[in-house]
T-cell receptor, first 112, second 113 residues
Framework: DAGVTQSPTHLIKTRGQQVTLRCSPKSGHDTVSWYQQALGQGPQFIFQYYEEEERQRGNFPDRFSGHQFPNYSSELNVNALLLGDSALYLC???????????FGQGTRLTVV | GESVGLHLPTLSVQEGDNSIINCAYSNSASDYFIWYKQESGKGPQFIIDIRSNMDKRQGQRVTVLLNKTVKHLSLQIAATQPGDSAVYFCAENIGTGFQKLVFGTGTRLLVSP
């Protein structure tokens, strides 16, 4: 049984560009949350998706948006990239919006 | 916020010792707490959780203690092994109805053989 899988594992983008990160939840999980982890810091909550809707949102600008598909997979989109968006982006899935969250390996985004 | 910068607190122990990692949380209304282990280049790995109606929970070699009076969590690891070396984060759920985790200051655990 595959755990949470994220793609790509690494990505380099230029300032001003747009990026899409993808997440497939663990089998049986219907809820996906996204976190940003800057180097040397703890993960920070971006948003959570359940039943294809954004349910909770952290303190991130509208440049950060997402989507959840009927098969529960999810995308994170970031527009107008800034150097400060460089981070490890983590996806976590859970069998319900208040259940234990399992994290993927993350996507390392570097903005140059 | 909870960010700590590049210099994480570090706990250095010898293999076989017991380790205690502490965490202060911020929201007295938080109802669910989790400890995660994060190895270099990997995502956080669930270790153990505890709900606010409990003050202690035990797992395999790990125990979590919750003191709601002073908003403090601790993670005890028995007979620490080199494979336990990692950064440990506590997280509290501040969401209502849906889970929204806030991660605390990480602690780097270094286990010497």
């Amino acid at each position: 049984d595959a755990g949470v899988t994220q793609s790509p594992t690494h990505l380099i983008k230029t300032r001003g560009q747009q990026v899409t990160l993808r997440c497939s939840p663990k089998s049986g999980h219907d809820t996906v949350s996204w976190y940003q982890q800057a180097l040397g810091q703890g993960p920070q909550f971006i948003f959570q998706y359940y039943e294809e809707e954004e349910r909770q949102r952290g303190n991130f600008p509208d440049r950060f948006s997402g989507h959840q598909f009927p098969n529960y997979s999810s995308e994170l989109n970031v527009n107008a990239l800034l150097l400060g968006d460089s981070a490890l982006y983590l996806c976590a899935s859970s069998p319900g919006p208040r259940a234990e969250a399992f994290f993927g390996q993350g996507t390392r985004l570097t903005v140059v | 916020g909870e960010s700590v910068g590049l210099h994480l607190p570090t706990l250095s122990v010898q293999e076989g010792d017991n380790s205690i990692i502490n965490c202060a949380y911020s929201n007295s209304a938080s109802d669910y707490f989790i400890w995660y282990k994060q190895e270099s280049g990997k995502g956080p790995q669930f270790i153990i959780d505890i709900r606010s109606n409990m003050d202690k929970r035990q797992g395999q070699r790990v125990t979590v203690l919750l003191n709601k009076t002073v908003k403090h969590l601790s993670l005890q690891i028995a007979a620490t092994q080199p494979g336990d070396s990692a950064v440990y984060f506590c997280a509290e759920n501040i969401g209502t109805g849906f889970q929204k985790l806030v991660f605390g200051t990480g602690t780097r655990l270094l286990v010497s053989p």
